[in-house]
T-cell receptor, first 111, second 114 residues
Framework: SQKIEQNSEALNIQEGKTATLTCNYT??????LQWYRQDPGRGPVFLLL?????KEKRKERLKVTFDTTLKQSLFHITASQPADSATYLC??????????FGSGTRLSIRP | EAGVVQSPRYKIIEKKQPVAFWCNPI?????LYWYLQNLGQGPELLIR????????DSQLPKDRFSAERLKGVDSTLKIQPAELGDSAVYLC????????????FGPGTRLTVL
């Protein structure tokens, strides 16, 4: 069955360091992958989209990589700040399959 | 521009009672999604609409759940009768179209079934 796995444990990072979150998938051929941020009590907010033929995408302090051979995406936040503390979700989509979200990784940035 | 609007924000009902959730997507967005999110989990797709047509409802428990999107704009998700296991957050999202488009999520409706 189709499966997405994100860092199962919460990530605790020192302010200013780079946070790296992982999204691995199996039995799926996504056309693209998205990353969302979710704060408690709120709906997810879109951050970045990367297509299957793209290796890397950047937006300000955010960087996403997509390796379809390894079936993995990495999400990086450079110069992390306490305001970056949230749960980060990856989502896979393809034209033939339904959209699947990972369970999310809770990120905490300590001052 | 207003975002995705959902109501109510919170709902507490007793099991076997009916409940309905309403969603108004962003103007001009053709695709509308209903998701269920349990604590500590990611959203799970229940149903996706392209305009007024339900094009992906394979995950919708059709014995008790129903949805409609009249006129291809706002949508209603109903549960009848509710069960204890239905307690969750119900999220509505919309996008301009299916495909390489970001989804805009509403704040969700937190349902508690007692």
């Amino acid at each position: 069955s189709q499966k997405i796995e994100q860092n199962s444990e919460a990530l605790n990072i020192q302010e200013g360091k780079t946070a790296t979150l992982t999204c691995n998938y199996t039995n799926y051929s996504p056309a693209y992958l998205q990353w969302y941020r979710q704060d408690p009590g709120r709906g997810p907010v879109f951050l970045l989209l990367i297509r299957e033929n793209e290796k890397e995408k950047r937006k300000e302090r955010l960087k996403v990589t997509f390796d379809t051979t390894l079936k993995q995406s990495l999400f990086h936040i450079t110069a992390s700040q306490p305001a970056d503390s949230a749960t980060y979700l990856c989502a896979l989509d393809s034209s033939a399959s339904k959209i699947i979200f990972g369970s999310g990784t809770r990120l905490s940035i300590r001052p | 521009e207003a975002g995705v609007v959902q109501s109510p924000r919170y709902k507490i009902i007793e099991k076997k009672q009916p409940v309905a959730f309403w969603c108004n997507p962003i103007s001009g967005h053709n695709t509308l999604y209903w998701y269920l999110q349990n604590l500590g989990q990611g959203p799970e797709l229940l149903i996706r609409y392209e305009n007024e047509e339900a094009v992906d409802d394979s995950q919708l428990p059709k014995d008790r759940f129903s949805a409609e999107r009249l006129k291809g704009v706002d949508s209603t998700l109903k549960i009848q009768p509710a069960e204890l296991g239905d307690s969750a957050v119900y999220l509505c999202a919309s996008s301009f179209s299916r495909g390489y488009n970001e989804q805009f999520f509403g704040p969700g409706t937190r349902l508690t079934v007692l």
